[in-house]
């Protein structure tokens, strides 16, 4: 009995022996399989990693990579391909939000538009710049092609998706531009001089506004189409309902379409950086985003130097929208830029050099013409010889503004069927 019973335990033993060392064995093996496997997928994450370097990042609001775009710095002022397959866009809106920077865009893209004979979203108006401002955007508030065709909005429309989607192209891209909401604000009311039509008579009209905004809003007729510009004007403009302003669900579904539907949203304090993202986006070239910038004392003129701390927090509460969706955009903004590269930023030094040459250029232009007397002869001396790469009009086309273009655009003969407007 014993002797069967210590044979028994040996088995056991020798049975428990073995079962260790194929669990040993399979432990091994297993970790060395995860060791190689870790190795490899270091490797291979740092190779993509690389590879993605060299490529052109692309370009979308949210910061995602969906657009290709350029990172060659050399020829910018060519038609620079990525790959191979990036091509000119011609089909893009652009929502024009009051005051904030959007004339020079539009004039960028009425030249563009211009120069290659696209069509245009015009104000079936002749009397106004605006499709239709402020009602949404609707086909009926538009000029008729005469292909039937459309390439470019430009001018003031309230965005309005399904109505844009029944005349633009399916390849469409969806730009806007914001502006820092409290220089905006002020910069809007005194531009349309509120104060007067409000009848604020106060040493700062501003700050009485913001004191009792509703009171004075309230005085404004329901059919008066200025009162839209005093509250957050800029969601206004991108089609957000007045009815939703303090709708916090309302808003952020807002926000959220607005970074689905926009490829790229600009911001006014930087629009060099701002362009040539758009360049990019749009695989153009440098020379076709050259704008006349206005001088700083303009730029400073427009707003006061501070707000005291009382009105900046009635500012904010009163734009809440406005103030959401700027810094929801500059944070995108910023993220976009990040992951441009080091080139991205040659590019901006290359824009403000030629805006820089294109301004002195046409300002020489200007002293010149002022030189020359009645029979066209120069009263003193010779004017100075200023080589540039564009054509003779560039300085007239630059310093054109959005509705004067826009007549301009109009009379072009056998693009629009304006006989339906008799």
Known sequence: MCTLKSVYERCCCLYAVTRMRKVRYQCAVALLVFVVWAIVYIVLNNRLL???????????????????????????DT?????????????????????????????????????????????????????????????????PSSNGRYNILCNHAVYN???????????????????????????????YRFADKLGIHSRDPFSSFLHKP???????????????????PMAYDLGFDPENFTNEEAIFDFIDDIHRSFKLVMIAEYL???????????????????????????????????????????????????????????????????????????????LRSKNKQIFDFCMTEKRVHSMIDRDGHFVTGKPPTVQIPFDNMICSKL????????????????????????
């Open 399 to 422: 310093d054109t503004s959005v509705p004067d273009y826009t007549k301009y655009l109009r009379a072009k003969p056998n693009q629009y069927i304006k006989w339906e407007l008799r």
């Open 214 to 232: 509703e009171e004075f809003l309230s005085r404004f007729a329901a059919n008066e189409h200025e009162r839209f510009l005093l509250r957050n």
């Open 161 to 191: 998706r399904r109505e844009l989607n029944k005349v633009m192209p399916i390849d469409t891209t969806y730009v806007t531009i914001l502006r820092h909401p409290e220089h905006h604000f002020e910069t809007l009311f005194n531009h």
């Open 50 to 76: 690389e590879l993605d370097e060299n490529r052109a990042k692309n370009v979308h609001i949210s910061g995602e990579v969906r657009n290709p775009v350029f990172t060659n710095t050399q020829n910018r």
């Open 272 to 350: 060099e950086e701002s362009l040539v993202l758009f360049k990019r986006l749009m695989c153009w070239s440098l020379d076709d985003v050259i704008f006349l910038k206005p001088s700083d004392a303009k730029i400073h003129s427009e707003h006061r130097i501070e707000l005291s701390n009382d009105i900046r927090e009635k500012l904010q509460k009163w734009n809440y929208v406005d103030n959401i969706l700027y810094r929801q955009f500059n944070k995108t903004f910023w993220r976009l830029i990040h992951s441009q590269g080091p080139d991205f930023y040659e590019e901006v030094e290359q």
């Open 79 to 143: 038609k620079e391909k990525f790959a191979g397959s990036c091509e000119e866009k011609t089909n893009i809106v652009f929502i024009k939000v009051h005051q904030a920077g959007g004339g020079a865009v539009s004039n960028i893209l009425q030249r563009f538009g211009d120069q290659r004979n696209l069509t245009f979203v015009l104000p079936r108006d002749d009397q106004t710049d605006s499709a239709g401002w402020p009602y949404c955007f609707h086909t009926s508030h538009m000029l």
